[in-house]
Nanobody
Framework: QAQLVESGGGLVQPGGSLRLSCAAS????????MSWYRQTPDNARELVAG???????DYADSVKGRFTISRDNTRNTVYLQMNSLKPEDTAVYYC???????????????WGQGTQVTVSS
C-alpha cells in the first residue's frame, strides 16, 4: 500500500504565493493521474487541478492563470504552484493519485492527509 505525503501549506497574505508538494511512496510501479483537490470550510470538495502521466493538465476555472500543476515522474511527486492567492483560496488541500503496484492489476485511488492553506491579511 502506498501513501501520499503533502507539504508546503501555511498562512500567506492575499497576493502571495505558496508551493505544495505531494510525494507518493511505497511499492509503486507507476503513478498515473495525480490531482489536487480542496475542501472549503463549508465542506465542499472541488478539483483544483489534475495532471496525467504524460503531462496533460486540467484546472478549475477559479484558479486558471494563477495556479500551475506539474509533476516529476522519477520521484512520483506532484506540485502545485499557487500565485496571486485570494482569501477564497483558503481551504484544506488534498493530493490524490491513481497508482499501480508491482505484481497487482488495476489502479489504487489514494489520498493524502491534507494540508491547510490560509490566505489572510
Amino acid at each position: 500500500q502506498a501513501q501520499l505525503v503533502e507539504s508546503g501549506g501555511g498562512l500567506v497574505q492575499p497576493g502571495g504565493s505558496l508551493r505544495l508538494s505531494c510525494a507518493a511512496s511505497g511499492s509503486i510501479y507507476r503513478a498515473n493521474t495525480m490531482s489536487w483537490y480542496r475542501q472549503t470550510p463549508d465542506n465542499a470538495r472541488e478539483l483544483v487541478a489534475g495532471i496525467s502521466r504524460g503531462g496533460s493538465t486540467d484546472y478549475a476555472d477559479s484558479v486558471k492563470g494563477r495556479f500551475t500543476i506539474s509533476r516529476d515522474n522519477t520521484r512520483n511527486t506532484v506540485y502545485l504552484q499557487m500565485n496571486s492567492l485570494k482569501p477564497e483560496d483558503t481551504a484544506v488541500y488534498y493530493c490524490n493519485a491513481l497508482l499501480e503496484y508491482y505484481g497487482l492489476e488495476g489502479e489504487d485511488d489514494v489520498w493524502g492527509q491534507g494540508t491547510q492553506v490560509t490566505v489572510s491579511s
